[in-house]
Nanobody, 124 residues
Framework: QVQLVESGGGSVQAGGSLRLSCAAF????????MGWFRQAPGKEREGVAA????????TYADSVKGRFTISHDNAKNTLYLQMNSLKPEDTAMYYC?????????????????WGQGTQVTVSS
């Protein structure tokens, strides 16, 4: 089992930056892959980015490519999402997810463990 705790959300103006963190507690077997998802009000949750924590393979949603960077610190067992050039449409609750597998996708069903989320609000 693993517990995921997100932090770093907040309010920022368009064009600004934020860095989200997700600390993992428990068996690292279940954090072979980790990812970030987001859900805006009235919308379905969507995948943002994911990473293999021991190999560095990554995948990004087209909407964030070139603006967001996912990374992982093995020593701290912490996942990060650096978000630059933020847009109002990036406003959402951001969730951290983890799984013992890497399927190279951003599908919710491919991640078995989830955090509680951290809110990101981007104003125009």
């Amino acid at each position: 089992q693993v517990q995921l705790v997100e932090s770093g959300g907040g309010s920022v103006q368009a064009g600004g930056s934020l860095r989200l963190s997700c600390a993992a507690f428990g068996n690292t077997y279940y954090t072979y892959s980790m990812g970030w998802f987001r859900q805006a009000p009235g919308k379905e949750r969507e995948g943002v980015a994911a990473i293999v924590t021991d190999g560095g393979s990554t995948t990004y949603a087209d909407s964030v490519k070139g603006r967001f960077t996912i990374s992982h610190d093995n020593a701290k067992n912490t996942l990060y999402l650096q978000m630059n050039s933020l847009k109002p449409e990036d406003t959402a609750m951001y969730y951290c997810a983890a799984d013992s597998r890497w399927l190279g996708s951003l599908r919710e069903a491919d991640f078995g463990y989830w955090g509680q989320g951290t809110q990101v609000t981007v104003s125009s």
